[in-house]
């Protein structure tokens, strides 16, 4: 692990003093028309950080290009499945976890979190249809909140490890077998599983989705798993150790609670990994407003992540990088929206002086990468959708929209006001 | 919620429309210089500085602020590689009123090439310039390294011009030899060759000042072929006795 590390951050250092080595000239030219300190901040934002972190990670998801199997286990496993006026998706994700091809027993736990829709009955809908080695029980969680909801359910946790799962989201038939294998066979506190964007056919919103999480929450996680340091083990769909997770006290009442408890485990020293073939089909927000609602609470789970353990107080070298990197994700948002779109802006008047040739560099490694994480998830053999519109809105207007709400994000958590629930 | 969020959404466009608001004033301004005004005196004597080589994205900023700071035309004759680059500073060149040509398009020794390679090196470095400056035509090529053949001229399909004074400017830390090898030398209708160079930029100032004050006209090629007698002319561009220099 060290020496592919060791290898890793060698590609990307070489990267970086290439890029530097162009962007010197460039910086010169363009800060005959612009000021030097604005220029060097927009290239550093444009193209040395972001080319440092893609190129290291198209070549360390490279050197783990081959996908691990670990031996089957059958040992009783916990899901928690939290639902808030779920109605509409409830009974359909707990039918999909009744019907894994799991070797052991699975206990599901639905915590009915003061629910005001018929997400009760749904749930008692499909409680009795549990064959042999499945249990549904009902669990009813009267303070609004994830983080209650969820420790509600860990209360009743009895197994060695135990999965969460969002009431919207659908696992493949194998995903708990392989997201239990991964985590008994190494022993991590938390893994996160490969999510992919479920029946994204209504809008172009949703379309557009199917490649945020197909080619760079796949990417990103599969780097960071790879060095045992997975940033977030997302609610929606990770497996657990018990007996960390309570270590850690559970989970915590914010935003991100899912980052908060990723980052104690890591803080720890504890391992967080991905399992790539263990997939869940997760319902994504089909509206603007709710995509950059959801964004923004990304990002601010982030912050939050980032303000309870501080980079330095994470547990292993690895980890602290990863968190070190988390904090360039603030710098390249700040950077798209006043670097680069300006810069777009400018050369589409014929002033390449801020989006140039070094810039498109940059565009073609994540090119690269992106195309390779499709590849990879392409081998894994697990059908998604496709949508050329999506895709071109993904390009287009993804990233603006992401930065936006991101930074929207960071003002809340400055500003320390309280977000929604989710 | 969503109210807020258009509101926080508009005020990020409203920062970013900000930002390239003072961005391109910030370009535009520089390339919306007027142009250097000049009266000439055709009684006076008139020298002509050139300058080879670039753009250079860290020199000929500074030499063309020079240029602009003292009102003082010139004549760049540009690699048509490296024009990429110095897009900015070539439409600078123009608007200011500096006179833009032909230096080919990647630097080689033209005697050296056949005829169709010298033709390909003009032609490339002519498409380059277009894409900069639409419709732009080189009237001179000034051969790199001074070298050329009686083949060249007649392959390179304009005019070559070349120099009178050698500033011998790629000299490091030479920045006395340079301004003495141009300011003891000159003489009215001279043609100075320098270079898009650290030391040149560092001595610029000091050798038209000089020249000014010496009472010399600093003018671009074209004003100066406009001066010149037929004999004059040929001397300079296109020299009496062939010398393939390398």
Known sequence: MKGKFAATMIFAGVWLGLSIWFAIGWAREASCYLPAAYVWWAIIGLALLPGFMMSGMFFSNLLHWKCRTYPHTGQDTTVILCAHNEEGTVARTIQGILDQDYLGKIRVLVVDNASTDRTRSEIFRVKDLAGENRQVEYLYCAQKGKAHALNTGLAQVETAYFITVDADTYLEKNAVQRIMDHINARQSACVAGNLFVDRPTRTLCAKMQIYDYLMSIAAIKRFQGSYRSTLVAQGAFSAYSTQAVRQAGGWQDRMGEDIVLTYQLLEKGLPSTYEPRAVGYTTVPQTWNGLYNQRKRWAIGMLEGLSQVKPWQQGSFFACHFTCLNVGVIYLDLAFLLGFIPGLVLACMGCFCLVGALTIFTVAVGALLSAAVYLYQKKLGIPFHNSLPGFIAFLLVFQGLQSTAALHGYMIHLFRRKGEWK | ?246
């Open chain 2, 1 to 246: 919620m969503k109210r807020k969020n258009i509101c926080f959404a508009l005020f990020v466009l409203g920062l970013i429309a900000t930002v390239t608001a003072l961005l391109l004033w910030g370009v535009y301004s520089r390339l919306s210089r007027p142009p250097i005004t000049q009266t000439l005196d055709p009684d006076r004597p008139m020298v002509a500085l050139t300058f080879d080589d670039g753009p250079s994205p860290r020199y000929t900023p500074q030499i063309l602020d020079i240029l602009y700071q003292t009102q003082t035309p010139a004549t760049f004759f540009l690699v048509g590689e490296r024009m990429e680059g110095g897009r900015l500073l070539i439409r600078e060149m123009k608007a200011v009123g500096h006179q833009v040509e032909c230096h080919t398009y990647s630097h080689q020794n033209l005697s050296a090439l056949t005829g169709e390679e010298i033709r390909q090196e003009v032609a490339l470095a002519q498409e380059e310039v277009e894409k900069i400056l639409p419709g732009h035509k080189f009237r001179y090529l000034r051969p790199p390294y001074g070298s050329y053949t009686q083949k060249v001229e007649q392959e390179a399909g304009i005019t070559l011009a070349m120099w009178t004074v050698d500033s011998r400017d790629s000299e490091p830390g030479q920045e006395d030899k340079i301004y003495s090898n141009v300011v003891d030398h000159i003489k009215d209708g001279d043609v100075v060759v320098l270079h898009d160079c650290p030391e040149t930029a560092k001595v610029l100032e000091s050798i038209i000042l000089t020249l000014k004050e010496k009472g010399y006209q600093l003018v671009t090629l074209d004003q100066l072929a406009a001066r010149l007698t037929q004999e004059e002319k040929e001397a300079l561009i296109i020299p009496s006795t062939w010398k393939g220099k390398s």
